[in-house]
């Protein structure tokens, strides 16, 4: 199985700051990475797929990106709402692997 | 509007079954592959099922042979019956569309709110 080794597991921001999260696939998997957000009690919400390209309806200050099999999240500037889990999954192989998430608090 | 909407979690004792539902609305089944994902406390997203549009379907290691994913079309019902259930099995179950209608893995695009499970005595 592709393992996809998430970090940090955790982070302390301030509204306003860039978050960036990683993902490292334990393989070659192309571009085919996803990002999600999730909250408890809601339905995880897909930001990014194909490493780069955001969800339709995704605002723009999320953006990922893709260095060989390392892979970035970002948030250019966080907002009130952003504060959630998010985790990579890929989907190159079956089975489908995800990151172990990180948690975005509030500093 | 594409919705998708979990139910028939709950309490159950170790080795006992449980059937989830997944109820779909907006898209059909012919056109989109569906995931059963979970998320046990304190842990990461883990893949438990999956069903093609074309009705294939794969199975996590921790699923196979206890678990079987089926669907009802017309009922726009998805489903993961879930037998021999055991401690690590508890965890919030959710559904998930695939993004597109190919036959391969794909990324999830629409989720359900989750259903959650609890296996114990």
């Known amino acids: 199985d592709i393992q996809m080794t998430q970090s940090p597991s955790s982070l302390s921001a301030s509204v306003g700051d860039r978050v960036t999260i990683s993902c490292q696939a334990s393989q070659d998997i192309g571009h085919y990475v996803s990002w999600y957000q999730h909250k408890p009690g809601k339905a995880p919400r897909l930001l990014i797929y194909?490493?780069?390209r955001l969800e339709e309806g995704v605002p723009s200050r999320f953006s990922g990106s893709r260095s060989g099999t390392d892979f970035t999240f970002s948030i250019s500037s966080l907002q009130p709402e952003d504060f959630a889990t998010y985790s990579c999954q890929q989907y190159d192989k079956r089975p489908l692997t995800f990151g172990g998430g990180t948690k975005v608090e509030i500093k | 509007e594409v919705h998708l909407v979990e139910s028939g979690g709950g309490l159950v004792q170790p080795g006992g079954s449980l059937r989830l539902s997944c109820a779909i609305s907006g898209f059909s089944f012919d056109d989109y592959g569906m995931s059963w994902v979970r998320q046990a406390p304190a842990k990461g997203l883990e893949w438990v099922s999956s069903?093609?549009?074309?009705?294939?379907?794969d199975y996590a290691d921790s699923a196979e042979g206890r678990f079987t994913i089926s669907r009802d079309k017309s009922k726009s019902t998805l489903y993961l019956q879930m037998n021999s259930l055991r401690g690590d099995d508890t965890a919030v179950y959710y559904c998930?569309?695939?993004?597109?209608?190919?036959?391969?893995?794909?990324?999830?695009?629409?989720w359900g709110p989750g259903t959650a499970v609890t296996v114990s005595s």
């Open positions: 194909d490493a780069s």
């Open positions: 069903m093609t549009s074309g009705g294939s379907t």
């Open positions: 998930a569309k695939d993004r597109l209608g190919v036959p391969g893995p794909d990324a999830l695009d629409v």
